[in-house]
């Protein structure tokens, strides 16, 4: 596929989702990496527009610089984006209870604390940054671990090989210091590299993955 071709994909697809504007959006393609650029309304926008552009065949990489520009009439101040948050987070039965914290500067979030598994901290940053006058968010929420180095290789590997997209390719998986996770290896797309990482977040024990796959 030519990088003129690619770019009028993604193009298309930028302004076929509904879920945002993609007026303002920019797209260039040079030597097989994706740029995105300009501005979108919200926080919640800019990660559909991203996840839009990973969308299309043949994106192997993604430089985004994406400015999210809150219109002036609909600013909210820090301090009730931090109440909202804290609300939202109590209601989901997901997020466990006081086990996380709210920071919030100049309309960015960082949430902070300890959850026992990866799809909390998802959770709770999926929560967060669909509020409005959220201009970005840093999810700091950190994974207990505490399972040895075997059972979390095994488990892994024994997840990659009940998925059959998985069953012919060599992903290759190695654990340090017991709860950190390597990946390695080639995918066809940006949903498959996503199904390995979460192969991998959901085994208990993980506190962090290092993702090397490549995508062709």
Known sequence: MTEIQLRHDIVD???????????????????GVVSLTGHVKSYAEKVAAIAAA?????????????????PFQSKTADD??????SDILNWDI???????????QDGWVT???YVDWYYQKTAAEDDVRKLSGVCGLTNKIAIRSGVSTANVKSTIESALKRHTEFEAKAIQVTVQNGNKVILEGK?????????????????????SVEDRLTIG
């Not at 997901?94 to 919030?104: A, R, T």
Request: a negative charge.
């Open 187 to 207: 995918v066809d797309n940006w949903d498959e590299r996503r199904a390995v990482e979460n192969a991998a977040w959901s085994a208990a024990g993980v506190a």
């Open 94 to 104: 997901l997020v466990p209870k006081g086990s996380i914290n709210v920071l919030v």
């Open 13 to 31: 697809e930028l302004e076929f989702d509904p879920s945002f504007d993609a007026a303002h959006i920019g797209v260039a393609v040079d030597e």
């Open 54 to 70: 990973q969308r299309v065949k043949g994106v192997h990489a993604i430089a985004e610089n994406i400015e999210v520009r809150c």
């Open 80 to 85: 009730q984006i931090a109440k909202r948050a």
């Open 111 to 113: 949430l902070s604390g």
